[in-house]
C-alpha cells in the first residue's frame, strides 16, 4: 500500500479480471428477450436430435452465439477469453448452469441440422415487428406518390485461404478443417480453390437483416434467393403490408431471365443489373441506340458522363414475362484496362439495367440511382424537359 494525501493505491496478488464492456449490452438484450417470452421459445422449440449431448441443450450454445454477435469480438477465441472468469454470470443470464467449452460449441455447429436452423429462422423472424411500425419502418416514394420498402438481396462468394501440406507415401493423406464447409469453386482467378458463399437480405431503410444463408462452393444461388424472398414476404406480412410494396435490389448474379421470373412470380418490383448482354442485339434496343439518350448522369467521383436509353418494356424469352430495359453507356477506357462490369463494343461500355417499375413511376435516370445508391450520381436534363414540371 503506497499512501498519498491525494491518491490512494492498493495492489493485490489475486486476480479481478474487469467486466467485459459488451456484458452490460448482453443483459439488457436477454431481460427483452425474456420479457417478450422469446427465450422459452428458442429453449422449447429449438431442438436438436444429436448423441452424446451430455449436460448442455441447444439453448446453452445459442446462448454463447448471441452473446458473441452482441461483443462485436473479432474472433470465438477472443470472446470466450473474455467470457471465462464470467461464464456463471453470463449462463445465469439465460437460466442455465453450465457454460460450454468452445470445443463443445464447435461440434455442436457442425451436428446442426436444416430442422433445427429452421426452428431458429422462424423465431427470429418474429421479432420483425417489435419496435417498429408500419410507417416507421421506412420507404421511398415514386414520382406518383406510390410507397415501396427497398431490400437489397446481396451475394457474396469468398475464397479460403489454405497453407499447403506435406505429401509423402509415409504420411496419411491430408485432412483439412475447411472441407465441411467450403468446396471447389470459381472465383476468376485459378482453378481448385475452396469457396464458401454467403446471401444476405437487408431492410435498406431501418438496416434490419432479413435473413442470411451459405453453401459450399459456388452455392445454390437460386435455393438461396427463394429463401431470401420467402422471407421477404413474411417480413411484410409482419406490417400487414402488400407484396406490391417490395422492391427488390439484386447484383448482377441475378439477372438472368429465370432468376427475374422467379421475383415477379412472388408479386415484388425489381432492379437488377442485366446479364444477358444478347439483348442488346435485339432489334428494339439497337433502335433506341440510334437515338440521343434519355438522359445523362455524370459520376461524381470521377466526372464521367453515362448517357441513359430508355429500352421500354422486351419479353426475356419465349413463356417469359416482360420486363422493363435500361441501357446505359460510357466511353471505353484504353484496350489496356480491363472492364469488370458491362460489355464493350466499340468505343464504348453498355450496361443493362432490368426493372419491372413503371416509367410514370421512375424515370430512368431514377432507376440507375436506385441501383448504384443515392448520391452516385450528378444528373443533367435537357432545359425543354424542365419547362412546365416544376417538381422535376
Known sequence: MIANPCIEIQTSEEPRPAVP????????????????????AFAQKVRLIRGRFGRYEPIDFLA????????????????????APFGSAFMALFGRRYCPHRASLSRFLAAVDRPCLEAFRTLFQQSFTDGWTGDSIGGIFDRQGHRFIVFDVDATRQAARQRALPTAPELPSPRRRLDGVCAPGYMGRKRGEIVRTRTTALQMHTRQWVGTYSGKGNGNYRGELASALQ??????????LPPELALIRLDGQYGDAAVIAQIMRTGAHLVTRGKGYQLLERPQILQVLVHPPTASVTRKNTGEVVEVFEGGWLA??????SARIIVTRYLAPSPDCTVKVGKRVGEWIYELFITTLAVESFLVQDVVELYHGRGAFETIFAEEDLEGDPDR
Open 21 to 40: 464492456p459488451w456484458f452490460g449490452e448482453v443483459t439488457i438484450i436477454v431481460q427483452y428477450l425474456v420479457t417478450k417470452r422469446l427465450l422459452d
Open 64 to 83: 454463447l452465439l448471441l452473446g458473441y454477435a452482441i461483443s462485436g469480438e473479432r474472433t470465438l477465441e477472443a470472446f470466450f477469453g473474455r467470457l
Open 231 to 240: 422471407a421477404v414476404m413474411t417480413y411484410l406480412e409482419q406490417f400487414t
Open 316 to 321: 426475356l424469352g419465349e413463356g417469359l414475362p
